[in-house]
């Protein structure tokens, strides 16, 4: 029998969420531990951080990509650039891993197979060691240094078809080349900065990360507004006896102009959910239109009832179902508020989904 276990740091500190998902692994540690192509997508994902920077990003990879696996354009059409090379491997990188990727930029920059790029950055998720870190900041040694390993890292490598010979006139091109646009990026820095993108919840977890940005509601009733404005109007058309086409026929119903505010404010409280949705979570998520669905099964079976007396009884009822429903399930249920279940009922109201009368 064996006995006197040491009790593991921590074990009566764990949480509910630590029980069911394990101890969260740190996003610098997860990086780490990424495939090479997955890796290479978030880099990509990364570059969408500099909103405005970039006019046209390509990813290349594989053999042929000439040392670059993602371009990204600052002005497409004067062939303005930076290059990104991925370099995924389990260690720190040393020179002993560049030699041949700066040796591919000097070659093909060379022979005008691809034009000087403003910047030409290093991206691992191991980061660099002293060695190298000390060769960027000091571009005269990085400069010597290659001509040094040319033979050894680059002559044979750069292209099985032929060797690349370091002859007077490529060292005369290595001399005058600017060797201050090699620089790299900090595993620390990318995490940070991709934080700010729609990907991060969906790598790493740890919840949505940007802000949710109000949305006014504007004093008139603007054309996307018009379906779900009509079905409220028909609605208090019933309730009050008689036509309502536009906000001047209940003017003097205070009870009925503050329940139409609300209305208008909760839709546009739902617009900024939808639009934080957008700005947290990846390209092509389906989560807003998944909690309209929710809501929609929520509510369906009132609005489809026939024993309610007009069609305000039947809104206010069919809202306070939507209130009542548990969203838990949904990506967005941690932002969810009382006015966005209020508001995704006239959502569904304007895609005419549901209807008061």
């Not at 034009?115 to 691992?124: A, D, R």
């Not at 290659?146 to 002859?167: G, M, P």
Request: include cysteine.
């Amino acid at each position: 029998m064996i006995t006197n276990l040491p009790t593991p740091k921590g074990i009566n500190t764990l949480t509910n969420s630590e029980i069911l998902l394990g101890t969260p692994v740190p996003p610098l540690d997860k990086l780490k531990i990424v495939d090479e192509d997955t890796y290479e997508d978030m880099i990509l994902e990364w570059l969408t951080f500099f909103e405005g920077k970039y006019e046209k990003l390509l990813r290349f990879g594989g053999s042929g990509d000439k040392g670059i696996d993602i371009l990204a354009y600052t002005n497409y059409a004067k062939g303005s650039c930076e290059y990104y090379q991925c370099k995924h491997y389990k260690v720190a990188l040393t020179p002993s891993h560049i030699y041949l990727e700066v040796g591919k930029l000097i070659y093909y920059t060379y022979t005008n197979q691809y034009n000087i790029p403003t910047k030409y950055f290093f991206v691992s998720p191991q980061g660099i060691g002293r060695a190298l870190h000390d060769l960027i900041i000091n571009p005269s040694d990085l400069r010597n240094n290659l001509k040094k390993e040319w033979d050894k890292k680059c002559r044979k490598e750069i292209t099985k078809k032929v060797d690349i010979i370091l002859d007077k006139n490529l060292i005369k091109y290595i001399d005058s080349f600017d060797f201050t646009i090699i620089d790299h990026i900090e595993p620390i820095k990318f995490i940070e900065q991709y934080k700010h993108t729609s990907y991060y919840s969906y790598r790493f977890g740890g919840g949505l990360q940007k802000p949710r940005k109000p949305i006014s509601t504007p004093n008139n009733i603007n054309k996307h507004e018009i379906p779900y404005v009509k079905n409220i109007f028909d609605a208090y058309t019933s309730k009050l006896k008689r036509a309502i086409s536009s906000e001047q026929d209940f003017e003097n119903e205070i009870r009925i102009k503050n329940h139409f505010l609300r209305q208008r404010n909760n839709f546009y409280h739902a617009e900024s959910l939808e639009q934080f949705s957008r700005d947290n979570l990846p390209l092509g998520n389906t989560a807003f239109s998944d909690l309209k669905n929710e809501i929609h099964e929520q509510i369906i079976e009132v609005c489809e009832s026939d024993k309610y007396n007009d069609g305000v009884e039947k809104m206010d009822e069919a809202i306070i179902m939507a209130k009542n429903g548990n969203y838990n399930s949904n990506p967005l249920s941690g932002e969810l508020k009382s006015q966005d279940k209020s508001g995704i009922c006239h959502h569904l109201s304007n895609e005419n989904r549901v209807k008061w009368t």
